[in-house]
C-alpha cells in the first residue's frame, strides 16, 4: 500500500520489512487527516495575522504539527524533532524555536481563531 506523504511530493510505502521504517504511519494519518477536513487550511487561514515575516513555517501548520507531536506522545515542544526526522511523511517540520515563537504569540484573538477552526474541522469530519 502506498500513501502520499503529507508535503504530496513524494510517495511512501508501507512496508512489514525494509529499509526506511518508522513506527509514525499511524501518526502520519493525523497529519493527513487534518488536512484534509480543511483543519490545517483553516487554522493557517485564522492565524495568518501572525506572520510578520515569510517563512517556511505557517502558525496554523505549526500548531497542526503540534498536536500531532502531542499526539504521537510528545511532552514537550522540542520533541517535533521526532516528527521533523521523517519528512518523507511529514513534510519539512518547523523547529523547537519556531514552534515556540509560534505558542508565544497567541492571545485570545488566535485562541478564538483556533476554537473556530475546530469547530468547522470537527462538523466536516
Known sequence: MKVIGRSGSCTVEVVADGTGLTSRAGTAMLALLADQIGLTGALQDGLA???ERRCAHPPGRVFCDL???VADG???VSDLGALGDQTAIFGE???G???RRVLLEVGEQE???IGVARANARERA
Do not use: E, L
Request: charged share 20%; with cysteine.
Open 97 to 99: 524555536s519556531t514552534a
Open 74 to 76: 510528545g511532552r514537550c
Open 67 to 69: 498536536a500531532v507531536m
Open 49 to 51: 495575522h501572525m506572520r
Open 111 to 113: 485562541r478564538d481563531a
Open 93 to 95: 517540520i518547523a523547529s
